[in-house]
């Protein structure tokens, strides 16, 4: 029954959120983490191109300040060696200069003020001569004792005083002086000296500090360098956090939810069994309840009983219900017969619809399984081989410099500055970015196939799997079985005869007199008449009770009468045409019809008319003793 399948149904969920619908999220969730890991490379390709672009200023800022670095150490490496330069000339000049004033305080022989020693020489032998010409006084004496110099000083002031001794009387030694005289051409070469020694003090030392100034002056200038370098760039981000944390954050929630609702439904599938055992319970109680109080209940099976009871009625010749119209075939039918009634159509469409949905449900699960698990696979192979086709041979940039001077060593240390970044890196990234889906399960596939075949057999013989619970209860209740045939066996006599009575009577009122038998369609057709090209003309040749077209109809032999019948309405009206025949020629009594109320009618309106009626009379209160005495 329902419930049966409805546990059936269950037991499909359970399995189909087991591998099937565990695989499909998993490769959901495998399809977020490779976009995510798909934007992280596009990401990182979107810095590299950044990077690339920036590449030949950054080399070429580093290369400046590498070049600054390494000049400027060597233009300390030059000022140093020049500071020594400068250090050692000094040293020397001052040590010149200590030299000539060492010799300037020994002897002072290079006096501008006093004169060379050869003048002085030359002046002191002049001075004896005059001496010896005229008499000196003690104070010349004393003033040549103050003019003197310390060397010529013990020899002029014996001589003075040799002559002063001697006086004019040795004045002939005088002449002796002019001879003398000649020695001091001997000091003449230190007068040369002199001028050596006044040429390195003042024009030597002070050109040569000149131009060591000039030097040092024109070194600094040619070694001096000033470099600026500006470049501005400016980042703005707005992402609080990566995209990739944000899609795995996501994916996380996602399938903790999921794995929430997949627990929640397993539970409520598993409440949803017990809940189908109980109801099953229930219903057998409950239909149990009614088979056995209420005879009308299900009673529409034409059971072994029902047949005796017809053939008793048949050996004591009274009227039975075999066999059984078209009509009462569709709406009864035997246990053991494949034929379902009308009412087991019913509900057999309506479970193989709930089926059919239950099934497309299902099938909708394991066809995304499948679909995503193929598509996934056919896009790891083409990201493989794509990736696969993929040969980057980049090598690194290689600057051979030889040489062991100082802007040899500086170029050889610039080498790593061209180096270009390997683009093997983002091909790797591509290769972890391929996504690895769960293999499916066929097993599972076959199990659902399986409990969806089970569900589908099931429900095309739920039908006849219901009738065993009448066979049950006729088994174990058979005074009610017995009770239940008679009810059905007179319920099927009451409303066939019945149904002959209102169809006789129909009839008789739709086709007595020669009226014209006209339907609401007729009366559209010859309205509309474009409604026969859909709906055809209207076939006259038909039964007048069922309406059923045949060849073989039974008209009325009566003449004028328009009568005509299928057999088996024919024979269900005891052979009798109703039309032409009055009711009390076959057997209808009740009928009144043929009475003619015309002259009512009349006598009923001239009341209505009359306007000397009471009030009473026209509001349709009718007084059966005012009535009386009018008749």
């Known amino acids: 029954g329902k419930a049966g399948r409805q546990c059936i149904a269950a037991y ?33 390709a979107i810095k590299y191109i950044q990077k690339m672009i920036m590449q030949p200023i950054k080399a070429l800022s580093k290369t400046f300040m590498e070049l600054l670095k390494k000049w400027k150490e060597a233009i300390n490496k030059i000022v140093e060696m020049m500071k020594m330069f400068k250090k050692v000339v000094k040293s020397l000049v001052t040590f010149l200069e200590l030299g000539v004033s060492w010799l300037n305080n020994v002897v002072n022989l290079c006096s501008h003020e006093v004169g060379t020693p050869f003048q002085r020489c030359t002046f002191a032998f002049e001075d004896i001569n005059d001496d010896c010409k005229v008499t000196q006084t003690i104070s010349q004496f004393s003033t040549c004792l103050d003019e003197a110099s310390t060397g010529m000083l013990v020899f002029t002031t014996v001589f003075h005083y040799f002559q002063a001794l001697v006086g004019p009387t040795f004045s002939y030694v005088c002449l002796v002086t002019d001879l003398v005289s000649n020695v001091c051409y001997i000091v003449k070469p230190i007068d040369y000296i002199c001028e050596l020694i006044s040429f390195a003090t003042g024009v030597l030392v002070k050109t040569v500090s000149k131009k060591f100034k000039l030097l040092m002056s024109q ?79 299900d009673n529409i099976f034409i059971s072994k009983r029902l047949i005796n009871i017809d053939m008793r009625r048949a050996k004591c010749k009274f009227s039975t219900i075999f066999p059984l119209s078209y009509h009462e075939r569709q709406k009864y039918c035997s246990l053991t017969s494949l034929k379902l009634s009308k009412s087991e159509r019913k509900q057999l469409i309506k479970a193989v619809a709930h089926t059919f949905f239950t099934a497309i449900k299902m099938c909708s699960i394991l066809v995304a399984d499948y679909v995503i698990f193929t598509v996934l696979i056919w896009l790891r192979k083409l990201t493989k081989d794509l990736t696969d086709t993929i040969n980057i041979q980049s090598d690194p940039s290689e600057l051979q410099i030889q040489g062991s001077s100082i802007f040899a060593r500086l170029l050889q240390h610039m080498n790593n500055i061209f180096d270009v970044v390997d683009l093997k890196h983002f091909v790797n990234a591509m290769n972890e970015c391929i996504i690895k889906p769960k293999q499916i399960n066929l097993d599972r596939y076959i199990e659902v196939g399986v409990i969806l075949a089970v569900l589908f057999i099931f429900t095309i013989f739920q039908p006849y799997g219901l009738r065993m619970r009448q066979v049950v ?25 019945n149904f002959l009575t209102i169809t006789q009577r129909a009839l008789r009122r739709k086709f007595s007199k020669n009226k014209p038998t006209e339907s609401f369609m007729d009366i559209l057709k010859m309205k509309y008449p474009w409604l026969t090209i859909i709906f055809g003309h209207t076939q006259h040749n038909s039964c007048l009770v069922c309406g059923k077209t045949d060849a073989s109809l039974t008209h009325c032999k009566s003449v004028g009468c328009s009568g005509q019948y299928c057999n088996s309405c024919y024979k269900a009206l005891q052979k009798k045409c109703t039309i032409c025949k009055k009711p009390t020629e076959y057997g209808d009594l009740d009928d009144i019809s043929e009475i003619d109320i015309s002259d009512e009618e009349d006598t009923f309106q001239d009341k209505f ?21 009018e008749s």
């Open 12 to 44: 499909g969920w359970l399995v189909i959120l087991g591998d099937p619908y565990s695989t499909l999220s998993y490769n959901l969730r495998a399809i977020f983490m490779g976009i995510s890991c798909e934007q992280g490379v596009l990401l990182s």
């Open 219 to 297: 070194i600094s200038t040619m070694l001096y360098i000033e470099v600026i370098f500006h470049r501005d760039q400016k980042i703005n981000t707005t992402s609080d956090q990566n995209l990739k944390n944000s899609i795995e954050m996501a994916s996380k929630r996602l399938v903790e939810r999921a794995s929430y609702i997949k627990d929640l439904f397993k539970k409520f599938c598993t409440i949803i069994q017990l809940w189908s055992i109980v109801f099953l319970i229930a219903n057998v109680m409950i239909y149990e309840h009614k088979f056995t109080r209420y005879e009308s209940f």
């Open 473 to 497: 209860l006729n088994h174990y209740y058979p005074e009610v079985a017995n009770r239940r045939a008679i009810y059905l066996y007179k319920q099927i006599l009451t409303k066939r005869s």
């Open 609 to 629: 008319n009359d306007n000397t009626l009471s009030y009473d009379y026209q509001a349709r209160k009718w007084d059966p003793n005012q009535s009386n005495k």
